[in-house]
Nanobody, 121 residues
Framework: VQLVESGGGLVQAGGSLRLSCAAS????????MGWYRQAPGKQRELVAA????????NYADSVKGRFTISRDNAKNTMYLQMNSLKPEDTAVYYC???????????????WGQGTLVTVSS
């Protein structure tokens, strides 16, 4: 299973960006997906997560009310809509997926390569 992120870039404070994370591979079921970020000199932190049916989400306090996580299971794609961006949101954003391989029932956890989001003041 592979994850590929897209949608990062440079935006002014107060602006918006939408990140996408597409999963590819064969014979897998993804349970939980999430977005993490890592700013320079800081540890990677959870930004938002969503369960398989999209019925349960959770957010870091720092992004509540500004970011929205969603997923399209038919496309094996997850999104992060980021509004009212702040300079402190600047980081490399990574997507993460936890699931199970259908044929072997082996659990897996995979990470994307990361996409840089830069918010200028």
């Amino acid at each position: 299973v592979q994850l590929v992120e897209s949608g990062g870039g440079l935006v002014q404070a107060g602006g918006s960006l939408r990140l996408s994370c597409a999963a590819s591979g064969s014979a897998f079921n993804i349970n939980t997906m999430g977005w993490y970020r890592q700013a320079p000199g800081k540890q990677r932190e959870l930004v938002a997560a969503i369960t398989s049916g999209g019925g349960s989400t959770n957010y870091a306090d720092s992004v509540k009310g500004r970011f929205t996580i969603s997923r399209d299971n038919a496309k094996n794609t997850m999104y992060l809509q980021m509004n009212s961006l702040k300079p402190e949101d600047t980081a490399v954003y990574y997507c993460n997926a936890v699931g199970i391989m259908v044929l072997t029932t082996r659990l897996f956890e995979v990470w994307g390569q990361g996409t840089l989001v830069t918010v200028s003041s």
